[in-house]
């Protein structure tokens, strides 16, 4: 086993980490973590408030932990409504997360903040599955200084 398959990612014991939160190591995707990087427009907006949007028990916003998978701002003719809806994709970092609705809610709401955006759409989801090499730099910063070794 090597030290990058080592499963060692305990929060150091002052620390107040979610205990339900696996910080072990894993693959991540090529194309994660998504950061919005190139983005434009109302997604560059979307992007810009979900930086502020931070997990309820780490001071790491939820871009940052990794968590969010995609945005996209599409018409809402689709479905059957007026103006341009955002589209968010997400996950979380443990299947159970108590926190969940909250997160949920704290996104979509980040999401309303773009200009041309009149309603949004948060979707969970848990493929690919969240691991702590999703994180970004940034956000490993902040995990450490928070007090867990990542």
Do not use: H, Q
């Not at 950061?35 to 309820?56: K, N, S």
């Not at 997360?97 to 997160?103: D, G, N, S, T």
């Amino acid at each position: 086993m090597s030290a990058d398959d080592e499963v060692g990612f305990e929060p150091a014991p002052d620390s107040e980490a979610c205990a339900y939160t696996d910080y072990a190591r894993g693959d991540a995707p090529e194309e994660y973590p998504k950061t919005g990087e190139g983005a434009t427009g109302a997604e560059r907006e979307i992007w810009d408030a979900l930086y502020e949007v931070e997990d309820p028990e780490m001071p790491v916003s939820v871009v940052d932990l990794g968590l969010i998978y995609g945005v996209r701002v599409e018409d809402a003719a689709a479905a059957g409504a007026d103006g341009k809806r955002a589209v968010v994709e997400m996950t979380l970092t443990y299947t159970g997360c108590p926190a969940r609705e909250m997160l949920l809610n704290d996104v979509r709401c980040a999401a309303m903040t773009a200009g041309d955006v009149d309603d949004a759409d948060v979707r969970l989801r848990y493929s690919p599955p969240w691991n702590v090499n999703m994180v970004t730099e940034r956000g490993r910063e902040r995990l450490r200084d928070f007090g867990l070794s990542v």
